[in-house]
């Protein structure tokens, strides 16, 4: 029993002591003036009113948008071919699961069960025939 209270005793003087070390550490840094050193971004040449279309308003927003670059990083990074699959798959992924389902009849606003066929048919087989037909892997 003599000995679990000497270990609390010991853990805690430890504990106390780690503590007020991270403590004056904190006390130090917040006593400091913070300076932020920001980098200044280049200013980008503005490429200059262009007419994009008959509509004033419309060309407004096409020339903030050809000005501005903060388009080229939505998302968290630039969008290029190696992220097409990213976009195909949100974009087009109900259209190119394993089994038809009606998916394009419903996003056409045509109950699948009410659909022709041509919006419900599963044209796998049709377009595997028509590759290997033209030699295509």
């Known amino acids: 029993m003599k000995k679990k209270t000497n270990i609390r005793t010991v ?12 403590i004056k550490e904190v ?4 006593k400091q003036p913070t300076q932020q050193v920001s980098q200044p971004k280049p200013k980008k040449e503005s490429v ?17 948008t050809a000005n501005d670059d903060g388009w080229k990083t939505m998302g968290g990074g630039t969008y290029d071919s190696d992220k097409m699959n990213d976009v195909l ?5 109900d259209m190119m699961g394993d089994k ?3 998916n394009l009849a419903a996003s056409m606003g045509v109950n699948p069960t009410d659909a022709p066929d041509f919006l419900t048919k599963d044209y ?5 025939a028509i590759d290997k037909k033209k030699g295509v892997n």
């Open 124 to 128: 796998r087989k049709v377009m595997k």
């Open 100 to 102: 038809p389902n009606g």
């Open 48 to 64: 200059g009113k262009q007419s994009f279309s008959n509509n004033p308003v419309l060309n407004d927003v096409l020339n903030e």
């Open 27 to 30: 006390i130090t840094e917040l």
């Open 11 to 22: 853990i805690r003087k430890i504990v106390r002591e780690e503590v007020a070390v991270a």
């Open 89 to 93: 798959q949100s974009s087009y992924g």
